[in-house]
């Protein structure tokens, strides 16, 4: 079951960017793994050869990896989120 916001949702409100882009976090991990699972298994069931599947698979962790010291480190999650010009 999805988590229950206790007030509207508002993108300037801190907590509901935090909680939202953690989701779109897990999401980007969910998606990867289920495609880079499926792929390592095609690649050994019908002994394919993909070179191209590690490269995809190590560009995708960077990726993963990328987001997540954004979202730990970097994302300003104060009151008043910094507009862009």
């Given at each position: 079951?999805?988590?229950?916001?206790?007030?509207?949702?508002?993108?300037?409100?801190?907590?509901?960017?935090?909680?939202?882009?953690?989701?779109?976090?897990a999401i980007h991990v969910a998606i990867a793994a289920c495609i880079n699972s499926g792929l390592w298994f095609f690649h050994n069931l019908k002994?394919?050869?993909?070179?191209?599947?590690?490269?995809?698979?190590?560009?995708?962790?960077?990726?993963?990896?990328?987001?997540?010291?954004?979202?730990?480190?970097?994302?300003?999650?104060?009151?008043?989120?910094?507009?862009?010009?």
């Open positions: 079951m999805p988590p229950r916001w206790p007030r509207e949702p508002d993108r300037k409100d801190p907590d509901y960017r935090k909680i939202d882009d953690r989701m779109n976090f002994g394919t050869t993909w070179e191209w599947l590690p490269w995809l698979t190590v560009s995708w962790i960077v990726l993963v990896l990328a987001h997540l010291i954004y979202i730990a480190a970097i994302a300003n999650y104060s009151e008043t989120p910094t507009k862009s010009t």
